[in-house]
């Protein structure tokens, strides 16, 4: 959940960094951090708060030029976030730099041995340690990169490693074990990131490198090996989106860019999903037809709003497929121990593709000989290279921690998964399928229109900018929509906020209800008569205790007005691809609300983007 650069070129390293970090500080922001290689030595500054923090201290205190530099931007984990703890680390004598994405498990055994050696440690970090032992191994004659195999393979955990030896200016040497990292292949220069968004200004040229590997970079070229120094290969890949993609274009935030990107990146999802009979295909799917056709049952796993696409996709798998499906919480999964067999496919989505919780979950279940299939927005990332299949969101960039285009993309592609399941055993016929398809293809259409009128929530979230707690209310696919918009709203706004079933409210929740509580209501279409009415009995009852009603629902749907104290009118949809267009007012809602609170709405406290430990 740390953003990592790492660069050696002809450029000023320290322009190549700061510029990288600025792209990453969505995944940490607790402090940030650069080494540059000069003159035998290394230069450092470090800073904890956000990026503007070191920026400052670098212009009042200027770093030597240098063509070899590493980053570092920091969500906390081991230690508190301060300059002090803020990466990069240092060796003994100051010789070795090293930063560090993910947990280093044995890091207590390995601190006690180097304190027994005679070691000062100067943090409470897990990646000061690495510093020093890849620092013993150099002055001890190895190069940097046998240095850093010697020591990745005493380590336990989670982890990408980048160091830089000040011996050696024009080499950067990483490492990674199930944490992300990626190479940008350049000119005469060469780049180490996170995230590609690190290094796509300069070169969209990109190697993605396997588990248990090390790569060591220098202007002429780019090698990789295995933790045992065996020779290894990456996979070259090329880089579909550009700079422009990763900027703000003209809007205050990236959420809120990314919230109006959302047709286009429906639209995108959608692309090429067809053969020339009509056919639906997907991206890589390395499971048979008749494998698929003797799956029993499914498990989607995945954690916050990838667990509630999960939650939308068993309702439409279970319809179009007829086969079970459960919904997990991926880091509970493995530790209830499951019922996995070869005939169970397990469905794990994740945006970053990098996940720490779900990705341990894919692993139990290939140990069980289960089936895999990822839903993922992040070519090459690890969770699709160790899937048995991918279904790639094709959202672009998502910059804003919280997930909107995130979300929908991931939507679709369960509709797509349950579509093509349905294909495959024949549930459904071809001409049921298209027609579902066609329904797919008019929703950037509508989710355009229900941004158009954006102003409208906009003035609904000044009208509730001074509340304390919201609640929210779905039934059937609509659930799960409720559980999104509460999620959203706790992650920008700060504030208590829920989402219930409404057939819950009698078992409990109603307790809450209160004089002029705001509830949002997300109605079912008509075309789901029964549940329509029980949403509708549900508003009317938490209304006559007080409760402000905002209420979702179809545009012509007459039969809410009385008990609607606000309407959000919603284009007319099949209800299991409701949740769509009913997330995005929610979406613009907390967006605004948290603007108005004067939150950060792109970098909420606490939180980073790609949760990269369990």
């Known amino acids: ?47 904890a708060g956000k990026l503007a923090n070191l920026e400052k201290a670098i212009d009042e205190h200027p770093l030597p030029s240098s063509t070899t530099g590493i980053g570092h931007t920091r969500w906390a984990t081991h230690g508190a976030p301060n300059d002090t703890n803020a990466h990069p680390h240092l ?27 005679g070691h000062e440690l100067l943090s409470e970090t897990d990646t000061e340690i690495t510093a020093h032992l890849i620092e013993d191994e150099v002055v001890a004659g190895a190069d940097l990169t046998t240095a850093m195999q010697n020591v990745c393979r005493r380590l336990e955990g989670a982890f990408t490693l980048v160091a830089v030896d000040s011996h050696d200016p024009a080499r950067v040497v990483a490492a990674r074990r ?91 999802a959608l692309l090429g999903r067809h053969d020339e009979d009509g056919q639906l295909k997907l991206d890589e799917v390395r499971i048979s037809d008749d494998e698929l056709r003797d799956i029993d049952k499914i498990i989607i796993v995945g954690c916050g709003t990838a667990n509630y696409a999960g939650m939308v996709a068993k309702y ?63 070519n090459g990332s690890t969770i699709p290279r160790e899937s048995d299949a991918v279904i790639y969101t094709h959202a672009g960039p998502e910059i804003g921690v919280a997930s909107t285009k995130g979300f929908l993309t991931q939507l679709v592609a369960c509709y797509l998964l349950g579509l093509y399941l349905a294909q495959v055993r024949g549930t ?75 057939g819950e409210l009698k078992h409990g929740p109603i307790a809450l209800i209160e004089e002029g509580l705001p509830v949002f209501c997300v109605v079912p279409p008509r075309g789901r008569d029964q549940l329509h009415d029980k949403m509708v009995s549900a508003i009317q009852e938490i209304r006559a205790r007080g409760a402000l009603t905002i209420v979702l629902a179809e545009e012509d749907d007459d039969e809410v007005t009385p008990y609607a104290d606000v309407r959000i009118p919603l284009p007319t949809v099949p209800t299991l691809l409701q949740p769509v267009i009913a997330t995005v007012p929610l979406q613009l809602f907390s967006c605004e609300l948290a603007t108005l609170m004067g939150h950060d709405v792109d970098q909420p406290r606490n939180l980073a983007k790609s949760v990269t430990v369990e």
């Open 1 to 47: 959940m740390c953003g990592i650069v790492g660069y050696v070129g002809e450029k000023q390293a320290q322009d190549v960094v700061i510029e990288g970090l600025r792209r990453l500080e969505y995944r940490g922001y607790d402090s940030a951090g650069i080494a540059l290689v000069h003159d035998d030595r290394i230069a450092t500054d470090k800073r």
């Open 428 to 502: 459904k016929y071809g001409d049921e399928i298209a027609a579902v398809v066609r329904e797919l293809a008019q929703m950037p259409a509508h989710v355009e229109r229900v941004l158009a009128d954006a102003e409208t929530i906009y003035g609904l979230a000044e009208r509730f900018k001074d509340t304390k707690s919201v609640l929210f209310l779905g039934r059937h696919a609509g659930f799960p929509v409720a559980l999104e918009g509460a999620l959203k709203l706790k992650e920008l706004a700060y504030i208590h906020a829920e989402g219930f079933a409404a």
């Open 178 to 268: 199930n944490s992300p990292l990626v190479v940008g292949i350049g000119e005469g220069e060469n780049f180490i990131g996170s995230d590609v968004a690190a290094f796509i200004e300069h070169t969209r040229e990109a190697l993605e490198l396997g588990q248990d590997q090390v790569v060591t970079i220098t202007r002429e070229g780019v090698s990789v090996t295995d933790f045992d120094g065996n020779e290894a290969e990456g996979r070259r890949y090329h880089v579909d989106w550009d700079l422009a993609a990763a900027e703000k274009d003209g809007f205050d935030w990236f959420m809120r860019k990314e919230i109006f990107e959302q047709p286009r990146a429906i639209g995108d």
């Open 91 to 117: 060796g003994a004598s100051g010789r070795v730099a090293v930063v560090h994405n993910g947990i280093i498990e044995n890091f207590a055994r390995l601190r006690d041995e180097l304190e027994r050696a």
């Open 316 to 378: 439409a798998i279970e319809h179009w497929t007829r086969i079970p499906c459960e919904v997990e919480l991926a880091h509970e999964f493995r530790y209830r121990d499951p019922i996995l067999t070869r005939n169970t496919l397990v469905v794990a989505i994740s945006q970053s593709g990098e996940t720490a919780d779900t990705l341990m979950a894919i692993r139990h279940a290939v140990k069980q000989r289960a089936k895999v299939l990822a839903i993922c927005n992040t």
